[in-house]
């Protein structure tokens, strides 16, 4: 199966924004993308399509991003939710109640998490990233879906199986039915660190002989390291889609902190059910 494609698009209510999106092919019921840095309004190094409000941006061209996404996905812009990720592992469940509450309430439900799940149709869920791990899940027998950032420290703390579990307790979901994404995140040949961090995840039991290499520093490979998590859990590697795109090597169509080094913009990873 070719599971992605890439597509771009003009929005018609916004003449002059042409989002470019990253589509990831899963069952019709489901529609799953990143945004790139192609086809927005905002300047400097948050150009072009960045819809992440926590990142200095000018609120105009965060708005007008945001609803050319919205139009091209076929989600209302209210109805896509975007985390203040502070990279632990607490979990937001949308549920109907949510969209009831003020947006100043919505904010506050919204502040420091890192992972989201629901199984509301016509709701867009996900998260910000810009060389950490973006995960989706999507649960095809009890029509659930879920987003987690897994950035080092997220990948640590097992974000991943955290999601998970939320969506097993809450809709019943079974890993063995899990559909996953990797999207774009950094390579493990990009991603140097220190001796702290490597000791960080050797104490916690992971298999260094598989995830990390020595250059002249050590290196880890993140997005392998999500999956052996959900594989860990029971989810089929057949049922996991990595994206194989590293931001690093591909900055100048998705967001990479490491090249931006401070005030870029970031790639949306979601998730809808339709």
Not at 54 to 68: I, K, S
Not at 174 to 199: A, R, T, W
Not at 203 to 224: C, N, Q, S, V
Not at 227 to 239: A, C, F, T, Y
């Amino acid at each position: 199966m070719n599971w992605t494609r890439w597509k771009t698009l003009m929005t018609l209510s916004i003449p002059m924004i042409k989002p470019v999106l990253h589509y990831y092919d899963i069952p019709n019921e489901v529609v799953a993308f990143s945004t790139t840095r192609h086809g927005g309004v905002s300047k400097g190094k948050l150009a072009t399509l960045n819809i992440n409000p926590y990142r200095g941006d000018d609120p105009t061209a965060v708005t007008a991003n945001l609803q050319a996404v919205a139009t091209e996905i076929g989600v209302a812009a209210d109805k896509i939710v975007r985390l203040h990720q502070i990279h632990e592992t607490h979990c937001l469940a949308v549920t109907d109640d949510f969209f009831q509450l003020s947006n100043a309430e919505q904010t506050e439900e919204e502040e420091g998490k890192d992972a989201v799940v629901t199984d509301c149709r016509n709701v867009c869920i996900g998260v910000h990233t810009a060389d950490c791990v973006p995960v989706l899940f999507y649960d095809p027998t009890h029509h659930a879906i879920g987003a987690a950032h897994a950035g080092w420290r997220g990948t640590v703390q097992r974000i991943v199986q955290h999601t998970l579990k939320h969506m097993t307790e809450r809709y019943g979901t079974k890993p063995s039915d899990l559909k996953v994404v990797i999207g774009p995140c950094i390579s493990e040949k990009n991603f140097e660190v220190g001796q702290e961090v490597y000791d960080t995840f050797a104490t916690e039991g992971f298999p260094m002989e598989r995830i990390a290499r020595m250059y002249e520093k050590w290196h880890i490979d993140l997005p392998l390291c999500n999956q052996l998590q959900l594989e860990e859990v029971g989810v089929p590697s057949s049922n996991i889609l990595q994206s194989g795109i590293c931001t690093y090597d591909n900055a100048s169509d998705f967001f990479s902190a490491r090249i931006l080094k401070e005030g870029f913009g970031t790639i949306y990873t979601g998730i809808a059910l339709k």
